[in-house]
């Protein structure tokens, strides 16, 4: 059985850090690209980073750009989110998800195919 289990999330106020993970279980991660999404109250979920099967292609949405990093630890299954300089429009609920096709870092929700449950990041002023 596949999971995917986020932790890191919490409440932060503007300008503060948050290292985000993602620890897999069920699946050999280095299969898969790897990538974050957000969902904040009342909007879509989209992505906010991902990161290739090897760890050396990325793609971070134009908000997060110079601010967030996504890295991977194969060997130990887990996915990670550093997030810094941090916006109350970073608040959201964070999720982690897997895709199996790793020809490319995809962008769209039903390109992936696992998920985790979310954490959520509340950014305050």
């Known amino acids: 059985q596949v999971q995917l289990v986020e932790s890191g999330g919490g409440l932060v106020q503007a300008g503060g850090s948050l290292r985000l993970s993602c620890v897999a279980s069920g699946l050999t991660l280095s299969n898969y690209t790897m990538a974050w999404f957000r969902q904040a109250p009342g909007k879509e979920r989209d992505i906010v980073a991902g990161?290739?099967?090897?760890?050396?292609?990325?793609f971070y949405a134009t908000s997060v750009k110079g601010r967030f990093t996504v890295s991977r630890d194969n060997g130990k299954k887990t996915v990670y989110l550093e997030m810094n300089d941090l916006r109350p429009e970073d608040t959201g609920v964070y999720y982690c998800a897997g895709s199996r096709a790793v020809w490319k870092v995809a962008r769209r929700q039903d390109e992936y195919d696992y998920w985790g449950q979310g954490t959520q990041v509340t950014v305050s002023l």
């Open positions: 990161i290739s099967w090897h760890g050396t292609t990325f």
